[in-house]
C-alpha cells in the first residue's frame, strides 16, 4: 500500500504557499493479471523476491504468465514431450537443476537459474578430439558421474588436439559467455605438470583470444616458476635421463583447474559476447602439439558454454 503524505509548498520567502496531497493507493487493489504483465518485464530472481509482497503478488508471481516470459521462445522444442511439470515456474527450476540432453544425448541444455539463460555443454562424442578412433591414444568408456553415456580418457597421447563448435544462434542474445572444458584426472595421469596448454575461443573464420593454462589437476593452483625444457618432437630426457629447466613467468590462479560443485574440474577456455546479430558457430579449442612429450591420464566429460555468472557444475 502505498500511504498519503501530505507535501508543504514553500513560496519564496520561505512561508507556506499551500499543500499538495497524495492520496493512498492499494497495489493490491490492481488485477493480478497486471502485476504479473509488470513482473514478466523484471527477472527470476526479482519475481522470487516480490511474490513474500503479499498473497496477491504470491499468486501473480508464481503464475504461467510471468514464468512463460522466463523460459527462452524456443524452449517447447528443447524439452521432450515426456517432460511432466505442473507449471511454467516448475519447469523454469527443473531446467535450471537437471540439464536435458538433446541432439541425440550429444548436448546438454539447462538455464542459468537467476537470468534464465542458456547453458549447452557438449559431450565428448561432439566434440572434434584428434586420435580418438585409436585404441592406444584414446578410450572410449561410460562413468555414472557424467551425464552423458559417452566419455573420452586420455591414454597415451603426443599431440592433444581437441575441437567444439557451436551454433551462436542457440544462444542467448546480448548474452557474455565463457567456455569451459570440463574433465577429472586418473590417478595415473602424468605429462602436464609443467607444459602449458594453448585454449581459444572465437568465431569460425575470424580471429579468436588465445591464452595457456594448465592441466595439472594434482597440484591444482600451485603457482609454477619453472617448466623444463623441451626440443623438437622428443623429450632430452627420454633420452640422456636429464632435464634442464628454464625460469618462466609466474602463473595466475585462473590458469588453473578449479572443482567444480558436481565434482568434475574445469577450466575457462575464453569468453564470448553474444550480441544477438552474428550468424555462425563458435568455436573451442585445447591444444598442445608443440612439446613434444607424451602425457595421459584425463577423461573429458565435454565442453560447457555458460553466462559469465552462472556458477559451475550446476
Not at 513560496?11 to 509488470?38: H, M, W, Y
Not at 541425440?104 to 584428434?130: D, H, P, Q, T
Not at 567444480?260 to 577456455?269: A, P, Y
Not at 568455436?283 to 595421459?296: C, R
Request: glycine residues 8%; charged residues 25%; aromatic residues 10%.
Amino acid at each position: 500500500m502505498i500511504s498519503s503524505d501530505e507535501v508543504y509548498e514553500s513560496d519564496s520567502e520561505g512561508g507556506a504557499k499551500g499543500v499538495i496531497r497524495c492520496d493512498t493507493f492499494d497495489l493490491n487493489a490492481l488485477p493480478q493479471d497486471c502485476i504479473a504483465a509488470v513482473l514478466s518485464f523484471t527477472s527470476p530472481r526479482a519475481a522470487c523476491r516480490l511474490s513474500v509482497v503479499s498473497t496477491v503478488f504470491k499468486s501473480a508471481a508464481n503464475s504461467d504468465a510471468v514464468w512463460e516470459r522466463f523460459l527462452p521462445s524456443d524452449y517447447q522444442a528443447m524439452i521432450p514431450s515426456s517432460l511432466c511439470f505442473s507449471s511454467k515456474k516448475e519447469l523454469y527450476f527443473r531446467l535450471c537443476d537437471n540439464p536435458i540432453l538433446i541432439d541425440g544425448g550429444r548436448k546438454s541444455f539447462s538455464l542459468e537459474r537467476g537470468s534464465g539463460k542458456k547453458c549447452y555443454m557438449l559431450s565428448a562424442r561432439e566434440l572434434s578430439i584428434v586420435w580418438s578412433d585409436t585404441p592406444t591414444y584414446w578410450r572410449w568408456g561410460s562413468t555414472p558421474e557424467s551425464r552423458f553415456e559417452e566419455v573420452a580418457e586420455l591414454l597415451n597421447v603426443c599431440w592433444l588436439e581437441i575441437h567444439g563448435k557451436i551454433s551462436v544462434s542457440l544462444l542467448s542474445p546480448m548474452t557474455q559467455y565463457k567456455a569451459y572444458i570440463v574433465f577429472k584426472a586418473t590417478t595415473g595421469a602424468y605429462g602436464f605438470e609443467f607444459q602449458a596448454v594453448i585454449v581459444s575461443v572465437g568465431l569460425v573464420g575470424a580471429e579468436g583470444s588465445e591464452r595457456s593454462v594448465y592441466l595439472d589437476a594434482e597440484r591444482g593452483r600451485r603457482q609454477r616458476q619453472f617448466v623444463p625444457r623441451r626440443i623438437g618432437l622428443w623429450n632430452r630426457s627420454r633420452f640422456f635421463g636429464l632435464q634442464t629447466a628454464v625460469r618462466t613467468t609466474q602463473a595466475t590462479d585462473d590458469q588453473y583447474p578449479k572443482v567444480r560443485l558436481d565434482g568434475w574440474l574445469e577450466i575457462e577456455l575464453g569468453e564470448f559476447f553474444n550480441e544477438g546479430c552474428v550468424d555462425g558457430e563458435l568455436e573451442m579449442s585445447v591444444l598442445e602439439v608443440k612439446g613434444g612429450h607424451w602425457k595421459g591420464g584425463i577423461v573429458i566429460q565435454g565442453i560447457e558454454i555458460r553466462p559469465n555468472v552462472c556458477s559451475s557444475g550446476s
